[in-house]
């Protein structure tokens, strides 16, 4: 800290003694305050062979997929040894072969795709409109008083105890699972965004109004901004969300997708298929997951 | 002391022409080239405010005419901070305000900006009334204020008035950024600066919305002694290029003597609920002023004691000898 110190007050008589024509004596700038933030990111990189073990990507990466390495070898050989018979717990070749089987009947990449596009969908419409609802109720103290408890009423209701009524009301038709989603979509984006628009600091908002912004303007300029980040979290929740709601509205009414996969191979008894749809919700899941995951640390970079 | 300016302290009403000089010698060839009076037979540079958004660099009077505030408290009772401050500033003065904390001081400036309305009287900008968040005025606040997320480039660039062409704002917001010595740092985000710096970048915002009335609540109070002083140069800088009219809200007596044409001081009376103005200070001399003279430093015991602070002179058998007349005069 006083090596800085020492710096500043070096600079600053360099900066007095060279001056700096045409500027008033007001200035100092003051580069090394600057630059503080660039230098440890250049520090890290420039001894990159003293960069800890846990910050290389070779063993972040190797890290992550160790324990699922370890669960794929514990199973092999459970299933080999016979310690539980295979009608309890089929090995990994079983599945492997099932996905194989599946695929070559084209039912696989048929589920999968029509699983993701419901996702998509249904998290898509549930993420605009709680970004909506959310503006209304964070920024509006009239739409807080009239929206607020019944939307807080509605999402206290379990996601299953939907699926009886949109059944009834949309069939068993794309829209009932869509819209389902979409209730599950809907809560985390409305829940953070209208929580965040509430604590944006008051007095840039006032900066904001002091310089002639207002209504949308104020809105794109200053509140946006300031709940970006806690927006695309709440995108990450609910995309989460969003894959749970499928997997819910599948399994109570579908003809295709892997909720229709789980269920459909319950009542045959395939377990090589549960298994298959399991590992397959779950890589699904974390893909997506990872992929707002990076626009996460974007956004978290850019507007922060 | 020039004869004039002790003569001119007989009557506020007089005096003020005589405090408010309206030629300042321009310090810098970058100074001049910020603002050119519009009557000027220089070349108008692409950008000049006046040219770009039709805004006049007219600098309006301040009328406070009876202002109150009281806001409501607990139990049904309202807490008077304001009562009764009536006072004009004329185009292009300084006026600082002073007061203890809490006096209501920003509460004043905010009435002026229509960040905040008056619970009585009125506030005329220019012979209007003040409108919510008025587009003739520009605020300094205590702290920087600035969009963590945009350069200071764009953060300056918030302040231009709606309007402005890009090219002729982006020149306008470079040369404000030069100004204030910014320049290496334009492209910086507020969180890589130092307080100092965003304080500049946040008054050449204010700067940039070429105001008819400057109002500036402490704005240097969270600096550091040095960077304060040279802020107040920079602020008397910006002022001689282009003499708005300014309202400043301080609680630092030297800072208020070092930069304004009139301090008033608020103050509580005894057993009366809010503050008004308690002392009307004109300050002699033409700007930059000696920060050593003796004759500020009899008007800082003044106000001083003004502001509650034993000024300890009397007690050391230092004789006051001053032609300086006190208040009412």
Same mark, same amino acid.
């Given at each position: 800290?006083?090596?800085?110190?020492?710096?500043?007050?070096? !600079?600053?008589?360099?900066?007095?003694?060279?001056?700096?024509?045409?500027?008033?004596?007001?200035?100092?700038?003051?580069? !090394?305050?600057?630059?503080?933030?660039?230098?440890?990111?250049?520090?890290?990189?420039?001894?990159?062979?003293?960069?800890?073990?846990?910050?290389?990507?070779?063993?972040?990466?190797?890290?992550?997929?160790?324990?699922?390495?370890?669960?794929?070898?514990?199973?092999?050989?459970?299933?080999?040894?016979?310690?539980?018979?295979?009608?309890?717990?089929?090995?990994?070749?079983?599945?492997?072969?099932?996905?194989?089987?599946?695929?070559?009947?084209?039912?696989?990449?048929?589920?999968?795709?029509?699983?993701?596009?419901?996702?998509?969908?249904?998290?898509?419409?549930?993420?605009?409109?709680?970004?909506?609802?959310?503006?209304?109720?964070?920024?509006?103290?009239?739409?807080?008083?009239?929206?607020?408890?019944?939307?807080?009423?509605?999402?206290?209701?379990?996601?299953?105890?939907?699926?009886?009524?949109?059944?009834?009301?949309?069939?068993?038709?794309?829209?009932?699972?869509?819209?389902?989603?979409?209730?599950?979509?809907?809560?985390?984006?409305?829940?953070?965004?209208?929580? =965040?628009?509430?604590?944006?600091?008051?007095?840039?908002?006032?900066?904001?109004?002091?310089?002639?912004?207002?209504?949308? &303007?104020?809105?794109?300029?200053?509140?946006?901004?300031?709940?970006?980040?806690?927006?695309?979290?709440?995108?990450?929740?609910?995309?989460?969300?969003?894959?749970?709601?499928?997997?819910?509205? !599948?399994?109570?009414?579908?003809?295709?997708?892997?909720?229709?996969?789980?269920?459909?191979?319950?009542?045959?008894?395939?377990?090589?298929?549960?298994?298959? =749809?399991?590992?397959?919700?779950?890589?699904?899941?974390?893909?997506?997951?990872?992929?707002?995951?990076?626009?996460? &640390?974007?956004?978290?970079?850019?507007?922060? | $002391?020039?004869?004039?300016?002790?003569?001119?302290?007989?009557?506020?009403?007089?005096?003020?022409?005589?405090?408010?000089?309206?030629?300042?010698?321009?310090?810098?060839?970058?100074?001049?080239?910020?603002? $050119?009076?519009?009557?000027?037979?220089?070349? #108008?540079?692409?950008?000049?405010?006046?040219?770009?958004?039709?805004?006049?660099?007219?600098?309006?009077?301040? /009328?406070?005419?009876?202002?109150?505030?009281?806001?409501?408290?607990?139990?049904?009772?309202?807490?008077?901070?304001?009562?009764?401050?009536?006072?004009? #500033?004329?185009?292009?003065?300084?006026?600082?305000?002073?007061?203890?904390?809490?006096?209501?001081?920003?509460?004043?400036?905010?009435?002026?900006?229509?960040?905040?309305?008056?619970?009585?009287?009125?506030?005329?900008?220019?012979?209007?009334? #003040?409108? @919510?968040?008025?587009?003739?005025?520009?605020?300094?606040?205590?702290?920087?204020?600035?969009?963590?997320?945009?350069?200071?480039?764009?953060?300056?660039?918030?302040?231009?008035?709606?309007?402005?062409?890009?090219?002729?704002?982006?020149?306008?917001?470079?040369?404000?950024?030069?100004?204030?010595?910014?320049?290496?740092?334009?492209?910086?985000?507020?969180?890589?600066?130092?307080?100092? $710096?965003?304080?500049?970048?946040?008054?050449?915002?204010?700067?940039?919305?070429?105001?008819?009335?400057?109002?500036?609540? /402490?704005?240097?109070?969270?600096?550091?002694?040095?960077?304060?002083?040279? $802020?107040?140069?920079?602020?008397?800088?910006?002022?001689?290029?282009?003499?708005?009219?300014?309202?400043?809200?301080?609680?630092?007596?030297?800072?208020?003597?070092?930069?304004?044409?009139?301090?008033?001081?608020? @103050?509580?009376?005894?057993?009366?609920?809010?503050?008004?103005?308690?002392?009307?200070?004109?300050?002699? @001399?033409?700007?930059?002023?000696?920060?050593?003279?003796?004759?500020?430093? /009899?008007?800082? @015991?003044?106000?001083?004691?003004?502001?509650?602070?034993?000024?300890?002179?009397?007690?050391?058998? #230092?004789?006051?000898?001053?032609?300086?007349?006190?208040?009412?005069?």
């Amino acid at each position: 800290m006083s090596s800085n110190d020492n710096l500043t007050t070096n !600079e600053r008589v360099q900066a007095s003694a060279g001056g700096y024509p045409g500027l008033p004596v007001a200035v100092d700038p003051r580069a !090394e305050v600057a630059a503080r933030s660039d230098a440890a990111d250049r520090a890290a990189d420039s001894a990159a062979g003293r960069v800890p073990l846990t910050r290389r990507s070779w063993f972040i990466i190797g890290g992550g997929a160790l324990v699922p390495a370890i669960v794929l070898v514990v199973w092999q050989l459970v299933t080999t040894l016979e310690l539980v018979p295979v009608s309890q717990l089929p090995s990994p070749v079983m599945v492997w072969d099932a996905a194989i089987d599946l695929i070559q009947r084209g039912q696989l990449g048929q589920y999968t795709a029509i699983s993701t596009q419901r996702v998509l969908i249904g998290f898509s419409i549930g993420a605009v409109l709680g970004l909506l609802f959310g503006a209304v109720v964070g920024l509006s103290r009239l739409g807080d008083i009239l929206l607020a408890p019944s939307l807080g009423a509605i999402r206290a209701v379990p996601s299953l105890a939907w699926v009886p009524l949109l059944i009834i009301w949309l069939k068993y038709g794309e829209e009932s699972k869509i819209t389902l989603i979409a209730i599950g979509a809907f809560f985390p984006v409305y829940t953070t965004v209208s929580a =965040a628009l509430r604590h944006v600091d008051r007095q840039l908002v006032e900066a904001g109004r002091a310089f002639g912004l207002n209504g949308a &303007r104020l809105f794109t300029t200053v509140q946006l901004p300031a709940v970006l980040p806690s927006v695309v979290s709440g995108l990450r929740l609910a995309l989460a969300q969003a894959w749970l709601f499928l997997v819910a509205a !599948e399994l109570l009414g579908a003809s295709m997708g892997l909720g229709f996969l789980l269920s459909d191979s319950q009542n045959n008894g395939r377990l090589d298929r549960i298994f298959l =749809a399991i590992v397959l919700l779950a890589l699904l899941g974390k893909l997506t997951d990872s992929l707002v995951g990076l626009f996460e &640390r974007w956004v978290n970079k850019r507007w922060s | $002391m020039p004869a004039s300016v002790t003569q001119c302290f007989g009557s506020v009403g007089t005096c003020a022409s005589a405090s408010v000089p309206l030629v300042y010698p321009l310090r810098s060839i970058l100074l001049r080239k910020f603002r $050119m009076p519009p009557h000027s037979a220089a070349p #108008v540079l692409p950008g000049s405010a006046s040219a770009a958004s039709g805004s006049t660099d007219a600098a309006y009077s301040v /009328e406070f005419a009876s202002v109150g505030r009281s806001f409501p408290s607990e139990r049904g009772a309202s807490r008077t901070v304001l009562r009764d401050v009536s006072i004009t #500033v004329k185009p292009g003065e300084v006026l600082a305000i002073l007061g203890t904390s809490g006096c209501g001081k920003s509460t004043l400036l905010r009435i002026a900006g229509g960040l905040d309305s008056a619970s009585a009287g009125r506030v005329l900008i220019d012979g209007s009334p #003040v409108v @919510g968040f008025d587009s003739r005025t520009a605020v300094g606040f205590q702290e920087p204020r600035l969009l963590p997320w945009r350069s200071i480039t764009e953060n300056v660039a918030l302040g231009l008035p709606r309007g402005t062409s890009k090219s002729d704002g982006a020149a306008r917001v470079a040369r404000l950024i030069d100004l204030v010595g910014l320049g290496d740092f334009a492209g910086h985000r507020p969180r890589e600066i130092s307080g100092g $710096m965003a304080q500049r970048a946040s008054l050449a915002r204010a700067l940039a919305r070429n105001p008819g009335v400057l109002l500036l609540d /402490e704005p240097f109070g969270a600096l550091d002694a040095l960077t304060r002083l040279k $802020m107040q140069d920079l602020l008397l800088d910006v002022h001689a290029a282009a003499p708005t009219t300014v309202l400043l809200v301080t609680h630092d007596v030297d800072e208020a003597l070092q930069l304004a044409d009139r301090i008033i001081l608020l @103050g509580r009376q005894s057993g009366v609920d809010g503050s008004t103005i308690a002392q009307e200070v004109v300050v002699p @001399g033409a700007r930059p002023r000696d920060r050593g003279s003796a004759e500020l430093a /009899e008007l800082r @015991g003044r106000l001083l004691d003004g502001l509650g602070i034993d000024r300890h002179g009397q007690a050391r058998g #230092v004789e006051s000898t001053t032609a300086i007349p006190h208040f009412p005069y």
